[in-house]
């Protein structure tokens, strides 16, 4: 079972992991720290708003209608 959440780390340089209910009866769990690249969550935060876009969505609605030609042709 996999659990992934970004944490801020405190003044104290250190984090503090609640775990989800379904851990509980766990004994061991694996913990990675990876530093998280701040350009990346406004990349993600950017994504997120591109997916209410009306244009977003008028490209890929494009796109997947000249996927559906091709792969018709291949039939």
Do not use: G
Request: aromatic residues 6%; negative net charge; glycine residues 0%.
């Amino acid at each position: 079972m996999t659990f992934e959440k970004t944490y801020d780390i405190q003044k104290d340089n250190q984090i503090v992991i609640k775990l989800p209910e379904s851990f509980k009866s766990k004994k061991r769990v694996k913990v990675i720290i990876e530093d998280v690249d701040e350009s990346r969550e406004e990349k993600i935060k950017l994504l997120k708003k591109a997916s209410k876009d009306p244009l977003f969505h008028s490209d890929i609605d494009e796109i997947t209608s000249v996927f559906e030609d091709s792969d018709r042709e291949l039939q």
